[in-house]
């Protein structure tokens, strides 16, 4: 007699997470013998990792097509600098409120653009943005429409940065690089870890339902209004935790870098669409590829930009699942599994004998 349970984890999966556990710790004590241009690098890297694994869950595993979440980032980066030079928050406090306030301004928004659909719907959301920018950019106390910068007194006096400057022996711009690296390594690999948990929960199930049909996932009971605003709000508040952390570092905000479309959505969409939508694996793979694309190409101006635009033509027309979804594909790879398999986990043969005449 056999006994069977549905499971997600593989022998692969189990050493990628050990894998990422000792990547993980070597991270963390990188600033202790990298230089401060790599420390901004890996910031860059995990910052556009997080932005990119919350576009895929709206994108790639709810079908939620957004153009506008550059929104997002600038919510969370204003809320930072209004936080902290109108009521004199910490700026690691201000860095959490900005994910509440996102998602508490994406509700409404939701309210109003989920009534599109297609690109309509995709409209909707880059409308939603220009609409915050230029709102934003009204606002005299955090400078309008030039921007402003945090003042020395909020940057010199964060929570930790002393300890960072005595641990590391560094000035206090490195120190708060440093703390400002630990916090974006923190949010890539939680957003990691809470995005499989999301996929791998029965919310995971509804939302790969509404995905391939929306009219068949309601017939059997799913509720794709609150599932879809569910995964909004989500999405929302990690992006603007993100756009924070991006401000953080910058320590210098202005309305149309944070709500610059090509910046915020369109490197990221890039990034999603080359390495592979739908997949855990697939942001991770696309933003080290624009790294090195940006790094080496970047100089070259109006033609980087062409080449990012050729090379993702390219991926969709002969590999449209992305760079990863083609290796998974024809190696059987799954690094972060999400799909469920049945799983034998006993077998009796004394009590299947048992049964027998």
Known sequence: MSRFRIETRTRLSSATALAGAGL?????VAPAFVSRSIIQDLFFVFTMLA???YWNLLAGYAGLVSVGQQAFVGLGGYTLFAATILYGLDPLIAVVLAGFVAAALAVPTALVIFRLRGAYFAIGTWVAAEVARLVLAQWKSVGGGTGTSL???ATSGIYGLDF????FGVRTSA???IEAYWLALLLAAGTIVLVCAILRSRHGLALAAIRDSEAAAGSLGVRGFRTKLWVFVVAAFGTGITGALIYFQKARISP???????DWTAFVIFIVVIGGIGTV????????????????????????LMLLGAMAIAIMLFAPQGIWGYVS????????????RLAVTERSDAAGSATEP
């Open 151 to 153: 003042p020395r007194s």
């Open 24 to 28: 993980l710790v070597l991270l963390i």
């Open 175 to 177: 120190a708060r690089d």
């Open 51 to 53: 932005l990119a694994q």
């Open 329 to 340: 594909q024809r190696y059987n790879l799954q690094l972060f599994p999400v799909r469920r």
């Open 164 to 167: 960072i400057k005595d641990l």
């Open 281 to 304: 694996e697939g942001p991770i793979i696309g933003v080290l590829v624009f790294f090195v694309l940006q790094n080496y190409l970047s100089d070259y101006g109006t033609w980087y």
């Open 256 to 262: 149309d870098a944070a709500f610059s479309v090509i």
